[in-house]
Every structure is written in C-alpha cells, then in structure tokens.
C-alpha cells in the first residue's frame, strides 16, 4: 500500500505536470505567456482584502504595531536629517502633504497655535506656518483635529479619507514644497513605482519627498546577518536591488539615502529632491504581497 507521503507527492507531481500542460496550451494558443503572480491572482485579492481589514481596524483591535498617532517629533527622529529644517523654512503660502497620516498628529502639532507649550515649534518657522494636508485611507480624525481646524479656519489644515493616493486627481490635490510619509503609502503600496510617480507629480520644483522604509536592503550593505526583510526588490535578471539604487535611476530627482543598520530592522530614510519636470520612475511590478503591518512585498524590475 502507499504511503500518505507518497501518494501527496503523486498529487503533487500531478499538479505540476497540469500546471506545465496548461501554460503549453495557453501559449499554443496564442494567449500569452502566464507567469506565477498572475496565477497567484486570487491569493494577492485575498491578500489585499486582508491589509484593508488591517487599515481599518479600531479601538482595541488596532494590533500594537499599528501605530497611527505619531507626532511631529517623532517624524523629526524617523524622516532624514533635513526635514524639520525643511519644514521650517516654508511660509504661509507653501503646503505640506502627509500620506498615511494616520489620526494627523504630527500636522496638529506642527500647526499648534504658538506659545500653546507647542511641540511643533521645533520644526516651525516664526514667519508662519504652512497649509497642511492629512491623508490617510481609514479616517482617524480625531475631536482635537476638527476643533482646531475650526480654530485655524480658511482650510490651513486638511483632513482626506475615503481613497488612495492613487485615486486622487492632481487638480483635486495641487501640489506642495513638502511631501511626507512615514509607515503610509510608500511602506503599505502594492505599485511601488506608481506610487513615487504620483508623489513626484504632487511635488513643487526644489520640492521634496521625505520618507522611510523598514525591512530592506541598505545602501550603505550594512545590513546585520539574518535580518528578515519586509520589501525585497529584483533586478529584471532577478538579482537583489537595493530600494536607493532603483529610485537613483529616476530622472529628474536628487536621491539621498541615510542608511540604519542598527534599527530594529535595517531601514533606509530617503529624501528625494524633484529638480526637473520629466520625472520617470523605472517600473517595478508586484511578485509577492502578504498582509501586515507592515506587509511584506518583492518586486520586479520590469524589462
Ligand atoms: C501605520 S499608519 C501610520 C500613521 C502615521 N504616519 C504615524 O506614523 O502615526 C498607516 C497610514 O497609512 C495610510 N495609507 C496606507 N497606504 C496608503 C495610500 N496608498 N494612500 C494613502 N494613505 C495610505 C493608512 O490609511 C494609515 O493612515
């Protein structure tokens, strides 16, 4: 009689050989090439429903390391070094937009009326301060954020909900000298590229995008010996690339990257500076996504 073992293993030699019969038929019949991800299709749906439950999660089932409440000095020690004098260089015309801002603590402190023991005031010039843009998927608006947009009036700090960065229009969001992210879009996306296309965009000339994204490989290869990794990126010839070394063939941009190896995971703090209008970003696709917070992805290099 055969074994369990063996007999899972005929049903899986099985499966092989009609997973091989099938891409021959498809090809011979003039429908393409068929590649794993697109028939893992279902599982990436699934995966995608499962980070949306994630998103909007509330109260007590708000897992712990989904953190929406960080506020500005927090974005002061987690975004590259230039930031905050960035942000303090702006004056009352010039805009600020958050993606994935989460409750918008940090714009409510950046935006504080002054003197109020405000915690924004390192990061705020004395001259005015900027309009700011809170955006986020799920809205986390809180009661302070509505008093003192009401407070502030005259629109200087906005609350977006409802839809991804994607699904905005340029005209509906104008365009800003600052762009931030910190644990939003750029760490949760499945379109990485799309995503920095949209921000580059958004952005003003001399404009810049401050972020930062855990869990990858370092430009500076410092990275500890058995690191889990959250975003792994390939070349088209499916060898590592690093996150800076792909953004670094965008046109258009000045690319500096703060590398962390000594971090709880091996993250990269990335300014991108937008210095012309032709931005194009080298398309990456999407290889693997698994739900979290954050959620793990590979991409490819399109050819
Ligand atoms: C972990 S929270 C981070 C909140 C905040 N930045 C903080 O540090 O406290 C993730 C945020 O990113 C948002 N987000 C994720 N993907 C997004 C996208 N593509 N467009 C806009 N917001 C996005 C979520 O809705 C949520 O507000």
Same mark, same amino acid.
């Given at each position: 009689?055969?074994?369990?073992?063996?007999?899972?293993?005929?049903?899986? #030699?099985?499966? %092989?050989? /009609?997973?091989?019969? @099938?891409?021959?038929?498809?090809?011979?019949?003039?429908?393409? %090439?068929?590649?794993?991800?697109?028939?893992?299709?279902?599982? /990436?749906?699934?995966? @995608? *429903?499962?980070?949306?439950? @994630?998103?909007?999660?509330?109260?007590?089932?708000?897992?712990?390391?989904?953190?929406?409440? !960080?506020?500005?000095?927090?974005?002061?020690?987690?975004?590259?070094?230039?930031?905050?004098?960035?942000?303090?260089?702006?004056?009352?015309?010039?805009?600020?937009?958050?993606?994935? *801002?989460? #409750?918008?603590?940090?714009? /409510?402190?950046?935006?504080?009326?002054?003197?109020? #023991?405000?915690?924004?005031?390192?990061?705020? %010039?004395?001259?005015?301060?900027?309009?700011?843009? #809170?955006?986020?998927?799920?809205? !986390?608006?809180?009661?302070?954020? !509505?008093?003192? *947009?009401?407070?502030?009036?005259?629109?200087?700090?906005?609350?977006?909900?409802?839809?991804?960065?994607?699904?905005?229009?340029?005209?509906?969001?104008?365009?800003?000298?600052?762009?931030?992210?910190?644990?939003?879009?750029?760490?949760?996306?499945?379109?990485?590229?799309?995503?920095?296309?949209?921000?580059?965009?958004?952005?003003?000339?001399?404009?810049?995008?401050?972020?930062?994204?855990?869990?990858?490989?370092?430009?500076?290869?410092?990275?500890?010996?058995?690191?889990?990794? /959250?975003?792994?990126?390939?070349?088209?010839?499916?060898?590592?690339?690093?996150?800076?070394?792909?953004?670094?063939?965008?046109?258009?941009?000045?690319?500096?990257?703060?590398?962390?190896?000594?971090?709880?995971?091996?993250?990269?703090?990335?300014?991108?500076?937008?210095?012309?209008?032709?931005?194009?970003?080298?398309?990456?696709?999407?290889?693997?996504?698994?739900?979290?917070?954050?959620?793990?992805?590979?991409?490819?290099?399109?050819?």
């Amino acid at each position: 009689m055969r074994s369990v073992k063996s007999s899972v293993q005929g049903w899986k #030699a099985a499966a %092989a050989c /009609l997973a091989v019969v @099938i891409v021959i038929v498809v090809q011979a019949l003039g429908l393409g %090439a068929v590649w794993p991800q697109e028939l893992a299709e279902p599982r /990436l749906d699934e995966e @995608i *429903a499962e980070q949306e439950k @994630i998103f909007q999660r509330r109260g007590a089932d708000v897992p712990s390391g989904y953190i929406t409440n !960080r506020g500005l000095s927090g974005y002061a020690e987690l975004l590259p070094s230039g930031f905050c004098d960035a942000l303090g260089r702006l004056g009352s015309s010039d805009r600020w937009l958050d993606i994935g *801002a989460g #409750a918008g603590q940090a714009i /409510l402190d950046y935006s504080a009326p002054e003197g109020d #023991a405000s915690p924004g005031e390192k990061c705020a %010039a004395p001259g005015g301060k900027a309009r700011a843009v #809170a955006m986020s998927i799920e809205d !986390r608006q809180t009661d302070k954020w !509505r008093q003192q *947009a009401a407070s502030l009036g005259d629109d200087r700090i906005r609350y977006l909900s409802g839809k991804r960065l994607r699904q905005y229009s340029g005209e509906e969001l104008g365009k800003f000298q600052i762009i931030t992210d910190v644990f939003g879009g750029f760490t949760y996306t499945e379109d990485l590229s799309q995503f920095v296309e949209k921000v580059l965009s958004l952005l003003e000339f001399g404009g810049g995008f401050y972020t930062l994204v855990p869990g990858v490989h370092l430009e500076d290869g410092k990275d500890k010996l058995g690191v889990l990794y /959250l975003t792994e990126l390939e070349n088209a010839t499916g060898r590592p690339e690093k996150v800076c070394s792909w953004l670094k063939k965008t046109s258009c941009v000045q690319v500096t990257c703060e590398s962390k190896s000594d971090w709880k995971r091996p993250t990269e703090l990335i300014n991108i500076r937008k210095v012309c209008s032709d931005t194009s970003v080298p398309r990456m696709k999407l290889v693997e996504y698994e739900a979290g917070y954050p959620p793990d992805r590979r991409f490819q290099l399109e050819k």
